[in-house]
């Protein structure tokens, strides 16, 4: 079973940065992709950004160039780095596992991120 904590998130004023964490336990097994959705009140769930175990990005349009996911492997911790924040970018953040063998998807418990002008 894998489970996932994230931290760093809070309170930030517009153009601010913060630097999410997502600690992982238990163990993964084969092919996987690791990363973070975004929910803002009332809107649906958005993928931000992945990487996968080949260290393979993937960034949602609107956060390409400003947000950066990286991995510590010896850490087994996942961060997703903010920078030039925005108003839009205020939402509860997930960090998520996609387990491609096994088809299991695991989320953590989620960040709220609130960027205020």
């Known amino acids: 079973q894998v489970q996932l904590v994230e931290s760093g998130g809070g309170l930030v004023n517009t153009g601010g940065s913060l630097r999410l964490s997502c600690a992982r336990s238990?163990?993964?097994?084969?092919?996987?992709?690791i990363g973070w959705y975004r929910q803002a009140p009332e809107k649906q769930r958005e993928l931000v950004a992945s990487?996968?175990?080949?260290?393979?990005?993937n960034y949602a349009d609107s956060v390409r160039g400003r947000f950066t996911v990286s991995g510590d492997n010896a850490k087994n911790t996942v961060y997703l780095q903010m920078s030039s924040l925005k108003l839009e970018d205020t939402a509860v953040y997930y960090c998520?596992?996609?387990?491609?063998?096994?088809?299991?998807?695991?989320w953590g418990q989620g960040t709220q991120v609130t960027v205020s002008s």
């Open positions: 238990g163990t993964i097994f084969g092919p996987y992709t």
């Open positions: 998520y596992v996609r387990e491609f063998w096994m088809g299991n998807v695991y």
């Open positions: 990487i996968n175990n080949s260290d393979n990005t």
